[in-house]
């Protein structure tokens, strides 16, 4: 009986007490503020956190594009480099075969005397043919005319002369050639000479051609080496195209050629 009338004053002591506190530990505080901040972060936050951010996509494809970039240019400077030295080296090949050395003396088709230092200075695009010449001749007179039309629609080039040199001075006199050069462009100059000077001018650019046998009308084709031959200001002979060369190729090394020259004359 004694125990159950105190029984109520012990329960009311008990309630009173205030709970124990934690035992603290050193870092206690952190560890129990980590875990917290842990336990609001998901599997995938806690991962990214982790592993080390590398450069995003758009950054990796510019890295990219600008590395391509660089490398064309460097193969573009070097074909170009190239070409340019199997030019020169062209250029010079050509010089030592001796092609149209010496001077010339023949007569243009307005009758004035003319001679290869007439030219100093300027770029000569140069056709030896014939004017009866049935198909070729034409044809790649009307090439040369086409190179010097293109060379003139720009306007950062220096102008060009065409010139056609007779190889049958017998029938193109100064008036046939005057008659002839007319069709095809208004500064293309027709030379012409007696029989020994058109000899001595083609053996200076090694020129071939031969008469052939004459018909009931005297008529005859001319048979004749096909070059359009490209002259230097400096009057030196530097590039030779044939038939198989077409106005846009002939044009394209006229311009490398003016880009590269360098006079040897001064």
């Given at each position: 009986m004694l125990l159950l009338a105190q029984a109520p004053k012990a329960w009311h002591r008990l309630f009173q007490l205030?709970?124990?506190?934690?035992?603290?530990?050193?870092?206690?505080?952190?560890?129990?503020?980590?875990?917290?901040?842990?336990?609001?972060?998901?599997?995938?936050?806690?991962?990214?956190?982790?592993?080390?951010?590398?450069?995003?996509?758009?950054?990796?494809?510019?890295?990219?594009?600008?590395?391509?970039?660089?490398?064309?240019?460097?193969?573009?400077?070097?074909?170009?480099?190239?070409?340019?030295?199997?030019?020169?080296?062209?250029?010079?090949?050509?010089?030592?075969?001796?092609?149209?050395?010496?001077?010339?003396?023949?007569?243009?088709?307005?009758?004035?005397?003319?001679?290869?230092?007439?030219?100093?200075?300027?770029?000569?695009?140069?056709?030896?043919?014939?004017?009866?010449?049935?198909?070729?001749?034409?044809?790649?007179?009307?090439?040369?005319?086409?190179?010097?039309?293109?060379?003139?629609?720009?306007?950062?080039?220096?102008?060009?002369?065409?010139?056609?040199?007779?190889?049958?001075?017998?029938?193109?006199?100064?008036a046939a050639m005057a008659h002839y050069v007319q069709d095809f462009h208004p500064r293309l100059l027709g030379l012409t000479g007696s029989a020994e000077q058109v000899a001595q001018v083609s053996r200076s650019y090694r020129v071939y051609y031969s008469a052939g046998p004459k018909d009931d009308d005297q008529d005859y084709i001319v048979d004749h080496s096909i070059a359009i031959y490209l002259l230097s200001p400096d009057g030196l002979f530097t590039d030779y195209y044939g038939r198989a060369r077409s106005a846009e190729q002939v044009a394209d090394s006229v311009r490398r050629h003016m880009a590269a020259f360098r006079s040897v004359l001064h």
């Open positions: 205030k709970p124990p506190a934690l035992p603290r530990t050193p870092g206690g505080e952190a560890q129990h503020v980590r875990y917290r901040l842990l336990s609001r972060q998901g599997p995938a936050e806690t991962g990214r956190q982790d592993q080390p951010q590398g450069p995003g996509l758009r950054t990796r494809l510019l890295i990219t594009a600008l590395t391509g970039a660089g490398l064309g240019g460097v193969w573009l400077a070097m074909r170009a480099e190239k070409e340019r030295w199997q030019q020169r080296r062209r250029t010079e090949a050509l010089r030592q075969a001796a092609v149209g050395q010496g001077d010339f003396s023949l007569l243009d088709h307005r009758g004035q005397a003319r001679c290869k230092a007439d030219f100093r200075g300027q770029w000569v695009l140069m056709y030896f043919g014939f004017t009866h010449c049935p198909d070729i001749c034409p044809e790649e007179l009307e090439k040369l005319v086409q190179v010097v039309r293109q060379l003139e629609a720009e306007p950062g080039l220096p102008p060009v002369q065409p010139i056609f040199i007779t190889v049958d001075p017998e029938r193109d006199d100064v």
